[in-house]
């Protein structure tokens, strides 16, 4: 599948013409340093993927269990609302009044009758209509709305929103395809493998880093800085390269979304790791509380740890028996807000869920495992700031192709898998 690029106008053209720097001619093999950093792309990233032909994540099914539950969210720098209606639907519109553009709803989540801005007392219902408003035919007969005012005209602008295995998707365009023809057939196989049984909300968290979000994107198709960076992972045999696992992308024409995987139960000692080139793998480190890895099979596939990327801006994560929703949102060209969410099934025994909950101190901005992620893409983004126009990451680890990998993770393929759907969405192909 190809999706279709937003039509350019003349002002679009002139301006991603007039971005200071051109892509290298290797393409995606090498990634310009300045598109971290330049208010320009940022910009035309809210235009053209934000606002594009893209499915972007917006809450869990879960969020909206009862007819006016709320969860507010984000598409790049625009708030949204994703809520039930009376009738059980899930509608989504943007935060924002369309009277004087105020946020309307200011909690992460709640449930209300009705949707009223603070400001001047504009209501709309649960589908974002406007019903009415304070003083329409002013006081004692003076002031108020002309008589051509119609509440049909005025409404919270709506987003195409659709649900899938769970998981709450919107989109500005009327052009994305169907969300299973968007994410692809392998990876809406996974989705459903993770969401196959009634969730439970588990706990929740965000944590604001300082660096460009595509960095972040990055950071979770990195499948083998996950051996280095995380010791916590080497020492203690949870995630390394020489485990049986793979990466899978959507297929190599539209490789944007990718599984990277391993199954602990297959470690087979490599000699890049006896030999002490991964410095953590000869640590005697001992847990005090070695149960927090213990670890039962959740699934017949072998698979104990792995990590979704759904392009542009969310990740799965199953590590042990943790499921985490992770997603990110842009809050400037050098800041990004990610979000943690962690999942259990409503049918797991206290067991179970103690384990889950036990387990989730692996990851987020505290974790075990993902501390180390909160700060070195900061060094990225201050590594990389006033490069100029010449400088580029080098992404040849695995080769240059954007295939699928089951036979080694040592390999940036699903980096390069991003940066292939971002050019083209971005219009740098």
Known sequence: MTLATPPETASETARTEALPFDWPEEGVTRIPFQIFSDPAVYKLEQERIFR?????????????????????????????????????????????????????????????????????SWTYDLSGQLMGLAFRDGLRGKGGMPDDFNVKDHRLQPVRSAVFAGMVFGTFSDETPDVESFFGAEMCKILRRNFSRPLKLLGYHSQIIHNNWKLYAENVRDSYHATLLHTFYTTFKINRLDMDGGIRITNAAQPWHHLSFAKRATLDAA???????????????????????????????????????????????????SLAVRWFTPRGVDKTELFWMYIGYEDDDEAEERMRIMQSNLTGAAGLVSLEDGCINAFVQRGTQGSGQSASAFMEMGGKTVESSEASRATEVAIRGFWKGYREIMGFA
């Open 271 to 321: 000699e890049e790791y006896k030999a002490a080139e991964v410095h953590s793998a000869s640590y005697e480190t001992r847990l005090e509380g070695p149960e927090l890895l213990e670890a039962w099979n959740e699934f017949d596939d072998g698979i104990t740890h792995s990590i979704q990327a759904l392009f542009p801006t969310l990740a799965i994560q199953f590590t042990l028996n």
């Open 52 to 120: 594009g032909p893209v499915w972007h994540f917006l809450c869990l099914e879960l969020d909206l269990k009862e007819p006016g539950d709320y969860r507010t969210s984000f598409i790049g720098d625009t708030p949204i609302i994703a809520v039930k209606n009376r009738d059980g639907e899930i509608n989504a519109m943007v935060n924002r009044c369309a009277h004087k553009g105020a946020l309307v709803c200011h909690k992460q989540r709640g449930n209300a009758k009705a949707l009223s801005c603070v400001y001047h």
